[in-house]
């Protein structure tokens, strides 16, 4: 037995047959409450008390030995809390529950180095990335290279010409991945240089134009069209675009010092109209642009479920969050499956949650289903989306680093919400 989920009537068990046996041809069958035979690994629809029988198969015959797992858990939820508080879990570590949400309380989802989650009253759900180190400090020393052994692993700097504690502004530190490591990609400041991976920054087709401070370029976030749509959030010009993502980076980073770490979407993002899901069993949000799924997941719109809220503040998730994330899975028992190519490789966009073999800390679909913007900018003219998708040929896992113009609008294009404390 791999991973047991859901809620009662919902559960989900996912059994591994032992990799020799798989390549050999056999497979699994199991049955729920003696009931029939049906071949598969996964099995849906589990209460508590369900007892699950397991057996392998050739395609013909199946062996006369079976195990059986009786599931004696699934996920619960405490009541909503009615203001925003700090929780410890069994291990002693801590997280900060907002008001309105509710916190794990069984065994699959209690616990921070496992993966806590959370639950809203729509039933969004999203898991707290703990953050030991925030701003790097010039005394720190980070890993360089895949040899390091160093955990230090801030998640952003001060952007160049800009050391103030009290108002400094932030920018995006990147990270490269090897097996179960992670190291800097860029040790230099990179927001002002329009040729590489930066964050926060505009891409207006400009070469001068690397930053969130405009000065030139007519395309991409400085094209009327695009402009538009996100005139919602208080955006009318490319200069209080920049502003405006500028603004919302440096308010995330002081949340994330001063609650201790930040929320993913533990499902891919999905849509019920405009209005944004973090659930599982749904159509992931894609076949529109990066402007449209910037509006709809941020909570200055009027149709995010957290509008107007005076608990969190919710986003598409940022480059340095996607980074952090995984660095926080790398120090659990998932950290093999960041590099790993896992999941749905099927050639067909899933329902988000489906596959069991990619889950990571209790977050699914990392490594494959659909491409998952980003905030992050890179060269004049793109955005960054991280993981891989559907394709069965598709190579890159969660760590997988690639971009597309933020004007296109593909089927294998979504992106992933961020909360953070306010």
């Not at 079976?66 to 801590?94: C, H, N, P, R, W």
């Not at 720190?140 to 800009?162: C, E, F, H, L």
């Not at 770490?261 to 076949?287: C, D, H, I, N, W």
Request: with cysteine; hydrophobic share 30%; aromatic share 12%.
């Amino acid at each position: 037995l791999d991973k047991v989920y859901g809620k009662t009537g919902e559960g989900v068990a996912y059994f591994e047959l032992n990799e020799n046996l798989s390549d050999e041809g056999y497979y699994l069958r199991y049955r729920v409450n003696n009931g029939n035979w049906t071949t598969g690994d996964k099995v849906t629809g589990l209460s508590v008390g369900d007892e699950v029988e397991t057996t392998v198969y050739d395609g013909v015959n199946q062996t006369s030995y079976t195990m059986t797992v009786s599931i004696d858990e699934l996920e619960t939820f405490s009541e909503a809390y009615a203001s925003t508080q700090t929780y410890t879990d069994g291990d002693g570590k801590s997280a900060t529950i907002p008001a309105g949400f509710k916190v794990s309380t069984s065994s699959l989802g209690n616990k921070i180095a496992n993966g806590l989650v959370i639950e809203d009253e729509d039933g969004n759900q999203y898991v707290w990335i703990p953050v030991e180190n925030v701003v790097y400090d010039d005394s720190g020393s980070w890993p360089t290279n895949a040899s390091s052994t160093s955990t230090y692993k801030p998640m952003v700097r001060y952007q160049a010409g800009d050391t103030s504690t009290s108002n400094g502004y932030y920018e995006m530190v990147r990270y490269a991945y090897s097996g179960v490591k992670s190291y800097v990609a860029t040790t230099s400041t990179t927001v002002g240089n329009a040729t590489t991976f930066r964050e926060p920054s505009l891409v207006t087709g400009s070469s001068t134009n690397g930053s969130w401070l405009y000065n030139s370029g007519s395309l991409y976030d400085a094209a009327a069209a695009n402009i538009t749509t996100l005139n919602p959030l208080g955006i009318t010009t490319s200069q209080k675009m920049g502003e405006y993502m500028n603004s919302n980076y440096t308010a995330m980073v002081q949340s994330v010092l001063n609650y201790g770490g930040f929320y993913v979407g533990r499902y891919e993002t999905s849509l019920s109209g405009t209005t944004v899901q973090s659930q599982a069993g749904k159509t992931p949000m894609a076949s529109i642009t990066w402007y449209n799924m910037y509006l709809y997941e941020d909570s200055n719109y009027t149709a995010n479920p957290y509008y107007g809220s005076s608990a969190v503040t919710c986003s598409m998730i940022t480059g340095s969050q996607w980074d952090t994330m995984l660095n926080y899975i790398l120090t659990g028992s998932d950290a093999e499956d960041v590099t790993a190519i896992t999941g749905n490789h099927s050639g067909t966009r899933a329902s988000t949650g489906q596959y069991a073999n990619d889950i990571m800390n209790n977050i699914f679909d990392l490594s494959s289903n659909v491409l998952e913007w980003t905030q992050e900018a890179v060269s004049t003219s793109h955005r960054v989306h991280r993981g891989g998708y559907y394709i069965t040929t598709h190579v890159y896992p969660a760590s997988g680093r690639s971009n597309s113009y933020p004007t296109v609008s593909y089927g294998n294009l979504g992106s992933r919400l961020a909360l953070y404390i306010q």
